[in-house]
C-alpha cells in the first residue's frame, strides 16, 4: 500500500494545486481501493499457504482451500484404484460347488442288499495369474483346489468306473473335508516366428510343467467333458479306455505330475490346429511317493473344422505307459489310441463322439465307442437350459473273457461270473438355469451288462444342483 500512495503523492505535487481536481480525487481513492485490495489478497494468499501446509481439515479454512484439498483427495484415491486395477490385471478366478443326490435300484448295488441312496458334494476353486514376461514371452500360473465329502453310490462291478464322476473325498474320510492343491502348473507362451512382431504372431508354442489333470489338454470335448455340467458317468466324461480304464493311473484324484510342449497354428482361424505331446508321473510316480520313471505318455494332433460354416473338433492321439496295471494286478505296458469329435450341425445342436482302442496290455475292456448328442434350450426359448443324451458299448477283452472265472476281482470270496458280453451305457439329462449362478440337473442312467455279465441292469436316477462363478 506504501508505494502507491506515494506514487500518487507525487503525482499531486508534480502537477500543482490547480491540478488538483475532482478527476484527481476520483484516481487517488480509486488507487486507494485497488491498494486495499492487493493487501487482502496478500493476506488470503498467506491463510492459503498456512492452510494447504496440512492435510487436515478445518472449518476455519479458506473455501478455496477446503476445495483444492477435496480435490486432491479425489486424486490419490482414483490413482489408488488404477494401481489396484493395473496389479489385478490378467489375475481371474473362478469358483463352483456342486451337489448330488443319486439312487440305483437294487440289482446295480454292490452287495445286492437294497436300493442304494447316496449325496456328496464338491468344490472347485481355480486361480489365473500372470507368470512375468521375458521379452515377447509371457508366463502364466494356474492354480487349483479341490475339496468335497462323499464318495457317491456303491455299484456292483462295471466297467465304467462310476455313475457319478463330480464324487470326491480325500483319504482322511467322510467326516472331514480338507481341500487338496489339485493342480498348480506354470505355462509359457512364445510367439512364433521369434523374429516377428508379437501382436502378428499366428503359431505360438506352449510349454507347461507342474501337477497336472492331463484331459485338460488331452481328449477335450465341448458337449462332453464336465462333470459338474454335462454328462456325470464317467464313461462320458473322458476316453473310457484312460479314465474308467485306469490307463492313465493318475493318483487318487486324477492328477499326476507331468510336463506338456504344445504347438498351435491359427493362420487361418477357421482351420486352426496343433500338436501336443505329454509325460506324466505314473503309478507311485503320480502321487510323489516313488519314481518317475515309465512314464505315462500322450501325443495328440488336433483341427479345428466347418461343417456348413458351423465349428467342429476333431482331435487323434496315442498313448502307452510303462506302468500300466493290468487286471491281474501285475504292471505291465499299455497302449492304445483314440479319436474325440465334436462338430455343431445345427445352430443349437452338437454331435459327439470318442472311440478307444486298447493295443497292448491286460484290461478288462479293449475296445471303447461313447456317442451322444447336446442340444441348447434356445430351441424352445431357453437359452441357458441344455438336454443331453449318450450312448457307450464297452467291448470285453479276449483275455479279461477268457481268465474273469478264475479270478476273484469284486472280493466277494467267490470266482467271478464270466464276461462274454459288451457293457452299454446309457444316460439323459437337462439341465435347468434358475439364474446366473445356479442350474439343476435332473439325471438318468442305465447300465446293461455291467462288467460284461448279462444277469443284471443298472438303474441310476439323480438330481445335481451347481453354484457357481
Known sequence: MKPIALAAAL??????????????KAVL?????????????????????????????????????????????????????????????????????????????RDGVAGFASRQSRANYRGDISVTLPGGEMGDIEGKIFTHFRFGQGNGVGLRPTYTSTPNTTAFETNAGPDDSFAILAQAWYQLKVPLPRDGVKANAREHLHATFGKIDSFVFFDQNAAA?????????????????????????????????????????????????????????????????????????????????????????????????????????????????????????????TLFGRYGHQGSGKVRFDRALTFGVEIAGNAWGRGGDSLGAAYG????????????????????????PRASGTERIGEIYYRFRVNSLLELTPDFQLIQRPGGNDSATIKVVGLRAKLGF
Open 11 to 24: 503525482f499531486v505535487a508534480s502537477a500543482g494545486p490547480a491540478a488538483a481536481s475532482d478527476d484527481m
Open 29 to 105: 481513492a480509486e488507487m486507494k481501493r485497488l491498494a486495499d485490495r492487493v493487501e487482502a489478497l496478500e493476506k488470503n494468499n498467506k491463510e492459503l499457504e498456512k492452510s494447504l501446509a496440512t492435510e487436515r481439515l478445518s472449518e476455519k479454512e479458506p473455501e478455496l482451500a477446503t476445495r483444492l484439498k477435496a480435490i486432491e483427495f479425489q486424486t490419490l484415491s482414483m490413482q489408488k484404484q488404477a494401481r489396484q486395477i493395473e496389479a489385478l490385471e490378467g489375475i481371474s478366478v473362478g469358483a463352483s460347488l456342486t451337489g448330488v443326490a443319486q439312487r440305483a435300484n
Open 225 to 349: 467333458d464336465d462333470e459338474s455340467a454335462k454328462f456325470l458317468n464317467n464313461a462320458f466324461v473322458h476316453n473310457p479306455l484312460l479314465d474308467s480304464g485306469g490307463d492313465i493311473r493318475a493318483d487318487a484324484y486324477g492328477f499326476a505330475p507331468g510336463a506338456i510342449l504344445q504347438y498351435v497354428n491359427e493362420h487361418d482361424k477357421s482351420r486352426a490346429w496343433g500338436l501336443s505331446l505329454g509325460a506324466f508321473g505314473s503309478g507311485p510316480g503320480a502321487n510323489f511317493s516313488g519314481s518317475l520313471g515309465k512314464p505315462y505318455m500322450i501325443g495328440q494332433a488336433d483341427t479345428t473344422w466347418r461343417f456348413n460354416h458351423l465349428p467342429g473338433n476333431y482331435r487323434a492321439y496315442v498313448w502307452t505307459n510303462g506302468r500300466g496295471l493290468g487286471y491281474d494286478g501285475l504292471e505291465r505296458r499299455h497302449s492304445g489310441f483314440g479319436l474325440s469329435v465334436d462338430q455343431k450341425v445345427a445352430d443349437y445342436v
Open 393 to 416: 458299448v464297452l467291448r470285453t477283452s479276449s483275455s479279461y473273457r477268457r481268465d474273469s472265472t478264475a479270478l476273484d476281482l469284486d472280493g466277494d470270496g467267490a470266482l467271478d
